[in-house]
């Protein structure tokens, strides 16, 4: 059922986002990373590497993208094509970061590597194998699971995918001082999902535009059509609204 907002929140959503989206935001944001590096393979490379690790404390998981970055030189997309991550990734149990260990990560590296060198890049992937974001979404959940990554990228898009829908607003939205948009000629912006982070799920309670606060896809696709009422030609602008209120404020 959709969500009818009175103009007071539209316009308090509006001023939030114009706050929260400018250049500071990255600082301390895993989308820093993606502006450390040059040339759209590297940083598209770069974002995706990051976000696979975003989750828990920044202070914890900051620092360990940081180290992929300094191994890769800042060529993340040939450090990858070329399978060199195998020797700070080896193939163990060992933690490599809470959840995943040593194994885990390099066969998520790995099938990227595979995705990198059938097709070029993550980007030509996605422009052959999807139409819209939530296709997108789908077909990197199945690449990565055919070829034997699990436990990083989510296996289908029933949950929430709150990294990809994020690294899918780093990649297509243009026209921003944080998003890259390099992706904008094929990934409409108007058909991105909100990444459905603890923040944004609280502050959209707070605002009355969710009820609930179980992150499914489906939920993440309901706030995204309530945010078009704010920003019909953009509702991922909502996120910085949503996110600068609850973490940054």
């Not at 759209?40 to 360990?64: H, I, L, T, W």
């Not at 929430?160 to 607003?169: A, H, I, N």
């Not at 993440?220 to 973490?247: C, E, N, S």
């Amino acid at each position: 059922m959709n969500i009818t907002l009175p103009q007071s929140t539209i316009d308090s959503l509006r001023l939030y986002a114009d706050r929260y989206e400018t250049r500071e935001f990255i600082n301390g944001d895993p989308s820093w990373f993606m502006h450390q590096v040059e040339g759209r393979a590297n940083q598209e490379a770069m974002a995706f590497v990051a976000q696979s690790v975003a989750y828990g404390s920044r202070k914890q998981f900051m620092p360990k993208i940081q180290r992929l970055l300094d191994e890769s030189g800042g060529e993340m997309a040939r450090w990858i094509a070329e399978g060199a991550f195998n020797d700070i990734v080896p193939r163990d149990k060992q933690c490599f970061y809470r959840l995943y260990n040593n194994d885990m990560f390099n066969r998520f590296l790995s099938a990227y590597q595979a995705m990198l060198r059938q097709y070029g890049t993550m980007g030509d992937f996605i422009r052959q194998n999807s139409s819209d974001a939530l296709s997108a979404i789908i077909a990197l959940t199945r690449f990565f699971a055919d070829n034997g990554s699990d436990g990083i990228v989510p296996l289908n898009a029933k949950s929430s995918c709150k990294r990809l829908c994020m690294f899918l607003r780093w990649m297509s939205r243009s026209s921003s001082p944080v998003d890259l948009g390099h992706w904008s000629g094929f990934i409409d912006r108007r058909t991105l999902i909100m990444p459905m982070d603890v923040h944004v799920v609280r502050q959209s309670v707070n605002f009355g535009l969710l009820k609930g606060t179980t992150a499914t896809m489906q939920t993440a696709r309901r706030l995204t059509d309530t945010m078009l009422q704010v920003f019909p030609d953009d509702p991922l602008k909502g996120d910085f609204a949503l996110f600068g209120l609850g973490a940054i404020n």
